[in-house]
T-cell receptor
Framework: GAVVSQHPSWVICKSGTSVKIECRSL??????MFWYRQFPKQSLMLMAT?????????EQGVEKDKFLINHASLTLSTLTVTSAHPEDSSFYIC????????????FGSGTRLTVV | SQKIEQNSEALNIQEGKTATLTCNYT??????LQWYRQDPGRGPVFLLL?????KEKRKERLKVTFDTTLKQSLFHITASQPADSATYLC????????????FGKGTKLSVKP
């Protein structure tokens, strides 16, 4: 079945630094990738949608200059949290879908970001 | 605005019993509804999809029902096992077939031996 690999699984960084999270579709070409954020005991909230080769579409309230998304190939999308602050600490999850999309969406294993 | 609610934040049951989780939605007419399992510190894993013209769907010990009049889906796990302990999320598709998913907050199921 479809596999989405997300790295790193966890990261701790200092306030003010940037962190890059990678999301790869291993056995299919991902025409669209979604980035979600999840706070404890909350639902997954969509941050942005990215299509290969075009600019990401951000949800209302998500700062595009702070959360940089690059979807340069059909198998890789990256999310960079720039100038991270403690309030950016959260669980970030990517999801990828392809043209021949089956019933369910495939998600990465998530990245726990802690900003100290 | 579209809303999806899972009324129970947590559900505790005894091993062997049937767990029933509820998902309600408003301001939406979904073509289908999905259920996912999420373990702590992991991404969601797809379990089942049910379409608007289907009343019920089964997969092994899992059963999902979909009532478009009540705007509700029920998710059942029969003969529950401690390994079924996880958070279960219902999700609706936003937009077309390549759209994003909107999730409920989830119900954390604990199955006690």
């Amino acid at each position: 079945g479809a596999v989405v690999s997300q790295h790193p699984s966890w990261v701790i960084c200092k306030s003010g630094t940037s962190v890059k999270i990678e999301c790869r579709s291993l056995d299919f070409q991902a025409t669209t990738m979604f980035w979600y954020r999840q706070f404890p005991k909350q639902s997954l909230m969509l941050m942005a949608t990215s299509n290969e080769g075009s600019k990401a579409t951000y949800e209302q309230g998500v700062e595009k200059d702070k959360f940089l998304i690059n979807h340069a190939s059909l198998t890789l999308s990256t999310l960079t949290v720039t100038s991270a602050h403690p309030e950016d600490s959260s669980f970030y999850i990517c999801s990828a879908i392809g043209l021949w999309q089956g019933d369910g969406y495939t998600f990465g294993s998530g990245t726990r970001l802690t900003v100290v | 605005s579209q809303k999806i609610e899972q009324n129970s934040e947590a559900l505790n049951i005894q091993e062997g019993k049937t767990a029933t989780l509820t998902c309600n939605y408003t301001n939406y007419s979904p073509a289908y509804l999905q259920w996912y399992r999420q373990d702590p510190g992991r991404g969601p894993v797809f379990l089942l999809l049910i379409r608007e013209n289907e009343k019920e769907k089964r997969k092994e010990r899992l059963k999902v029902t979909f009532d478009t009049t009540l705007k509700q889906s029920l998710f059942h796990i029969t003969a529950s096992q401690p390994a079924d302990s996880a958070t279960y999320l219902c999700a609706l598709l936003n937009g077309g077939s390549q759209g994003n998913l909107i999730f409920g907050k989830g119900t954390k199921l604990s199955v006690k031996p």
